[in-house]
C-alpha cells in the first residue's frame, strides 16, 4: 500500500445523468501504466476528471502518493504533480506552440527551469521544434495530440493522465501514439490511460482496469485481459 | 440624397469620430479582459470611468494635480482598486461559477457607483477646464482638439501596454490562457482567482486611464456611465468578444460610424445604428470584424 | 407548490382584494405602494419566464414594456387611428381591455421579428448582449417618431385626474394573480416541460424532437406579452408616456433584480422578490431620502453575496421549478 502512487478508493461521483460514478476503487503503482477500459458513457472521463479535481466526489478518497486531493482545486492538484491530457486535448487554439508548452512548465516549480524542459520536449517531439511559432489550431490532429502530451511532460510530473489520446487520429498516427506512451514509460513516467481502443491500451498496459456503467467490472494485468474471453467477446469484437 | 462633402471635412470628421472612438476602445479593452476570463459582462466599466473622471476633477481643483499628471496616480490606484472589488466582490460568485450573480453584482455596483457620486458630486454636470481645454493642434492638415488627442495617445498608450502584458510575460500568457480555456488553464496549474483579478485590475486600471480622458475631453455627470459601458460594449463586438486590439479598433470604428451618422443623417439616429450595426455583427460575424474565422483542424 | 402553500395564497389574494373596504385601512400612499409592488411582479414574472425557465437571459424587457406603454397612449389619444376613443366614451376607458391586450399584442409581435432572428443565431450572453441593443434601438426609434410617438418629450395622455386609487389597485392585482396562475398552468403543460428541457440541454432536447427555435422565440413573446400588458397598466397610472421614462433600464433592472433575489426558476420567487426589494427601496427612500439610490445598489450587492440562490429557494428549500 505505502507504494500506492494513486490510489481511488470507494469513488462516488453525481455528474448528470451520463458518466456517474458508484463506488470505484483503482490504484496506480510508480513506474506503471495502468489503462482504464469500458464502453461509451462507463464513466472513465467523469473518473479522470474527479482525480483532477475538475468535478468533485459525492464521496469516497482520491490519493496521491498518500496526500488527499478532495476537495483540493484542478491547480492545485496538478502543482502536486499529476498533469492532465483532457479528452479534446485542451490546447489553446489561438496560442502558439511555444506558448502552449511554456505553460505547461506554468507551476513555480518547474517555470525556472522552462529552457531546459523545452530542450527536453524538443527531444522527444522533434515535429513540434519546426511548429514552435505557429497556433496550436493549426496543426494537424495527430500534431495537436503531440504537443498537449508534451505540454503535459513540461511540468515533470508524478502521474501522467491521458483521456483518449487516439481519438480522431488515423491508424498510422495511433502506432505513434502508442509507441511514444511506451518511450514515455521507458524514462519512468506513470502513465494513467483511459482508452476507448482496448485492443492497443491493453497491449501497453502493465495493470488495468473495466469500467461498466459506472463501476468497476474487471480488473487484470494488460496481457491476461487481452486473452480473457470475456473482454474478447465484449469489447474487442466489435474493434476486429 | 446627400453630396459628398469636401475633402478637408471628410478628414476633419473622419479624425474626430477615431479620436472619439479610441476612448469607447480603451473602455472596451477592459470589458475584454474581464469577459475574456469571468464571461461576465461588466456593466459598471461606465461607472468606474466616471468615477475616475470625478476622481481626477478633484485632484486637480483640490490639490492642483495636472490631469495628465494624475495618470500616474489613477492608474496604479485603478489596479489596487480593481484586485480588491474582486476579491471582496466577484470571488465567491466566480467560485460558485454562477454567471447571474456576477452580473448582477455589477448592475448593483454599477448604481451604488453612480448614485454616491450624485451624493458626494452632486447631479450636475461637470468638467475640468485647464489652461490647455481649448486650445488645438494640426494634425493631418486638420486643426483638432488637443485634450482629444492626448486622449487618443492614452487609449494607444494603454492598449499597447495591456498588449505587452498579455503577450510577454508569463502572467498575461496564463490570462490569455485562461481566457481561451478555463478548465485547461486550472490543469496548467493556473489559479482562476488568480488571472480573474489580474483582469479586473488592469480592467479598472484601464478604467482610471480612461477616466483621465474623459475628463479633459467631454462634460460628464454620475449617470454618463451607463452609455458608455453600452458603446465600449458595441466597440468589443464590432472588435470581436475576446480580441484586445480588435477591441481598441472596434472602439474607433464606432466613433467614426457616429462621426458620420451625426453629419450625414442626424444626431437623433447615431445610437440606433451603432446598436443596428452592433446587432449585425453579433448575428453574422460574432468573432467580430478584424478575425478571420478560424478554421477547425 | 404545497397545499398549505396553495391555501397561503388564496387567503393573501383574497385578503388583499379585500383591503379597500376596510374603513381607513389603506391610505393613496399604501395603494401606490402596492400597486408598483403588483406592477413589478409582474414585469419580474415576465422575465423569469423567459430566463427563469426558459434559461435565456433577455435584457431587453424595458423595450416591451415601453412598446406596451406607448401603444396604449397612442390609442387613448387615438389621433391618428380614428379619433380618441377616450372622447366618445371617457367615463370607460380606463384599463380598456382590448387596449391592454393590444399593449400585449404589440410587444409580442414585436418579440417574434426580434426573437426568430436573434434566438436562432445568437447563444447565451450574445443573445443577452442582442437584446440590450434592441431595447436602446427601439428607445431611439420612439425619440424620432415625430408627432406619432410625441417624439422626445412623448405623448401625454387626454385624461389627468382620478380620484381614488382603487381601480388600479384591483387591476394590478388581478393581473399578477392572472400572470401567476398562466405561468403555473404553463408550466405544467407539455410546452412548460418542453421549455424546462430546452434549458437544461438544448442539444437533447432538439435530439428529442423539441423545435427549440420556436419554444425559445415562443418564451420571449409570452414574457413580452407580460411585459407589454404591464407598460399598459403603467400607462393609466402616469399619462405621460415619454421614452426616458417608459424606456428606462430600471424597467429591465429591477424586475431582473427582483427575480433572482427571488429566486429565478420558481413561480413565487418574483413576487416575493417584488415585494422584499420594493419595501427596501421605498423604505430607503423614507427614511434616507438623500441616499436611497446607493441602498439599492448596496442592497443587490449584499443580495447577492450572502443569497446567491434567491429567497425562495434559501428559506423554503428546493422549491419546483416545474
Given amino acids: 500500500m505505502a507504494n500506492r502512487l494513486l490510489e481511488v478508493s470507494d469513488l462516488q461521483v453525481a455528474y448528470g445523468d451520463v458518466g456517474a460514478l458508484w463506488g470505484v476503487s483503482l490504484h496506480v503503482d510508480p513506474g506503471t501504466i495502468v489503462a482504464i477500459v469500458g464502453a461509451n458513457g462507463a464513466g472513465k472521463t467523469t473518473l479522470l476528471r474527479t482525480v483532477s479535481g475538475l468535478l468533485k466526489p459525492k464521496s469516497g478518497d482520491i490519493r496521491l502518493a498518500g496526500q488527499s486531493l478532495v476537495g483540493k482545486a484542478p491547480q492545485e492538484i496538478a502543482s502536486m504533480g499529476i498533469a492532465h491530457v483532457p479528452e479534446g486535448r485542451g490546447l489553446f487554439r489561438q496560442m502558439t506552440v511555444l506558448e502552449n508548452l511554456e505553460l505547461g512548465a506554468f507551476q513555480p516549480k518547474a517555470r525556472p527551469r522552462t529552457k531546459e524542459l523545452l530542450d527536453k520536449a524538443y527531444a522527444l517531439f522533434p515535429r513540434l521544434k519546426e511548429r514552435i511559432h505557429q497556433k496550436a489550431g493549426s496543426l494537424s490532429g495527430g500534431e495537436q495530440q503531440m504537443l498537449a502530451i508534451a505540454r503535459a511532460t513540461m511540468s515533470e510530473p508524478s502521474l501522467l ?34 482508452e476507448q481502443n482496448i485492443h492497443q491500451a491493453l497491449k501497453v498496459a502493465d495493470y488495468a482496469f473495466v469500467l461498466k456503467t459506472g463501476s468497476l467490472a474487471m480488473r487484470g494485468t494488460g496481457a491476461d485481459l487481452i486473452a480473457d474471453p470475456e473482454i474478447q467477446k465484449a469489447y474487442m469484437g466489435v474493434l476486429e | 440624397m446627400f453630396n459628398l462633402p469636401p475633402p478637408d471635412i471628410l478628414l476633419q470628421l473622419s479624425l474626430n469620430g477615431a479620436l472619439g472612438g479610441a476612448m469607447y476602445g480603451v473602455a472596451a479593452v477592459g470589458l475584454s479582459l474581464i469577459f475574456g476570463t469571468m464571461r461576465l459582462i461588466f456593466l459598471a466599466q461606465g461607472a468606474m470611468i466616471i468615477l475616475a473622471a470625478y476622481f481626477v476633477r478633484t485632484l486637480f481643483y483640490g490639490l492642483g494635480i495636472d490631469p ?230 | 407548490m404545497s397545499r398549505t402553500l396553495q391555501c397561503i395564497a388564496i387567503v393573501v389574494v383574497a385578503a388583499l382584494a379585500l383591503l379597500p373596504f376596510v374603513p381607513g385601512a389603506v391610505d393613496a400612499y399604501y395603494f401606490s405602494f402596492l400597486f408598483f409592488i403588483f406592477l413589478y411582479a409582474i414585469m419580474a414574472q415576465s422575465w423569469n419566464l423567459v430566463a427563469g425557465y426558459g434559461g435565456q437571459i433577455s435584457l431587453g424587457s424595458h423595450a416591451f414594456f415601453g412598446l406596451g406603454a406607448y401603444t396604449t397612449a397612442i390609442l387613448w389619444t387615438g389621433n391618428y387611428l380614428w379619433g380618441s376613443l377616450y372622447d366618445k366614451h371617457p367615463s370607460i376607458y380606463y384599463f380598456d381591455p382590448v387596449t391592454m391586450l393590444l399593449g400585449g399584442i404589440v410587444a409580442s409581435l414585436a418579440a417574434v421579428i426580434v426573437g426568430l432572428p436573434l434566438l436562432s443565431k445568437l447563444h447565451g450572453d450574445y443573445f443577452a448582449l442582442g437584446t440590450l441593443g434592441f431595447g436602446e434601438i427601439v428607445k431611439v426609434l420612439f425619440v424620432n417618431g415625430g408627432d406619432f410617438t410625441g417624439s422626445a418629450f412623448g405623448i401625454v395622455a387626454p385624461a389627468g385626474m382620478f380620484d381614488t386609487l382603487r ?150 428549500g428546493r422549491a419546483r421549478t416545474g
Fill in chain 2, 68 to 297: 495628465f499628471l494624475s495618470l500616474l496616480i489613477v492608474v496604479p490606484v485603478g489596479l489596487g482598486v480593481g484586485w480588491l472589488m474582486y476579491q471582496g466582490l466577484f470571488r465567491k460568485a466566480a467560485a460558485e461559477e454562477d454567471r447571474n450573480v456576477s452580473l448582477l453584482i455589477a448592475v448593483g455596483l454599477m448604481f451604488l457607483v453612480q448614485n454616491l457620486m450624485t451624493v458626494i458630486w452632486g447631479g450636475n454636470t461637470a468638467g475640468v477646464v485647464t489652461s490647455y481645454t481649448a486650445s488645438g493642434i494640426e494634425l493631418l492638415g486638420v486643426r483638432t482638439s488637443f485634450t482629444r488627442s492626448m486622449g487618443f495617445l492614452i487609449a494607444l498608450a494603454g492598449t499597447g501596454l495591456v498588449m505587452l502584458f498579455l503577450r510577454k510575460t508569463m502572467v498575461g500568457k496564463a490570462v490569455r490562457a485562461a481566457s481561451e480555456d478555463m478548465d485547461a488553464a486550472t490543469l496548467m496549474g493556473i489559479s482562476p482567482h488568480r488571472v480573474n483579478a489580474i483582469a479586473f485590475a488592469i480592467g479598472i486600471s484601464l478604467a482610471g486611464a480612461a477616466g483621465v480622458a474623459v475628463a479633459t475631453t467631454f462634460p460628464f455627470n454620475p449617470f454618463a456611465g451607463f452609455i458608455f459601458s453600452l458603446k465600449a460594449l458595441v466597440a468589443l463586438a464590432l472588435g470581436g468578444i475576446g480580441n484586445v486590439t480588435g477591441a481598441l479598433a472596434g472602439g474607433i470604428l464606432l466613433g467614426l460610424i457616429e462621426a458620420y451618422v451625426q453629419y450625414f443623417i442626424s444626431g437623433g439616429w447615431t445610437n440606433a445604428i451603432a446598436y443596428g450595426v452592433f446587432l449585425l455583427v453579433l448575428m453574422f460575424k460574432p468573432e467580430g470584424l478584424f478575425t478571420r474565422p478560424y478554421k477547425k483542424a
Fill in chain 1, 161 to 194: 493522465i491521458l483521456d483518449e489520446p487516439s481519438l480522431g487520429l488515423s491508424p498510422l498516427v495511433v502506432q505513434q501514439m502508442f509507441s511514444l506512451i511506451q518511450t514515455l514509460h521507458g524514462q519512468g513516467v506513470t502513465i494513467l490511460l483511459v
Fill in chain 3, 167 to 316: 381601480p388600479h389597485y384591483w387591476v394590478a392585482l388581478g393581473l399578477m394573480v392572472a400572470t401567476a396562475l398562466a405561468i403555473r398552468a404553463l408550466m405544467r403543460s407539455r410546452y412548460g416541460l418542453a421549455l424546462i428541457a430546452v434549458r437544461d440541454d438544448e442539444m437533447a432536447a432538439s435530439a428529442n424532437g423539441i423545435d427549440t427555435l420556436k419554444v425559445k422565440v415562443a418564451a420571449f413573446a409570452g414574457s413580452a406579452f407580460i411585459a407589454g400588458v404591464a407598460g399598459s397598466l403603467y400607462t393609466y397610472y402616469i399619462f405621460h408616456v415619454g421614452p426616458d421614462s417608459v424606456f428606462d433600464l430600471d424597467w429591465m433592472l429591477l424586475p431582473l433584480m427582483m427575480t433572482v433575489v427571488g429566486g429565478t426558476g420558481t413561480l413565487l420567487g418574483p413576487i416575493l422578490g417584488a415585494l422584499v426589494m420594493y419595501a427596501v427601496f421605498d423604505l430607503a427612500r423614507i427614511v434616507v431620502p438623500d441616499y436611497h439610490p446607493v441602498i439599492s445598489g448596496l442592497t443587490i450587492i449584499l443580495a447577492m453575496l450572502f443569497l446567491p440562490k434567491g429567497l425562495m429557494r434559501s428559506f423554503a
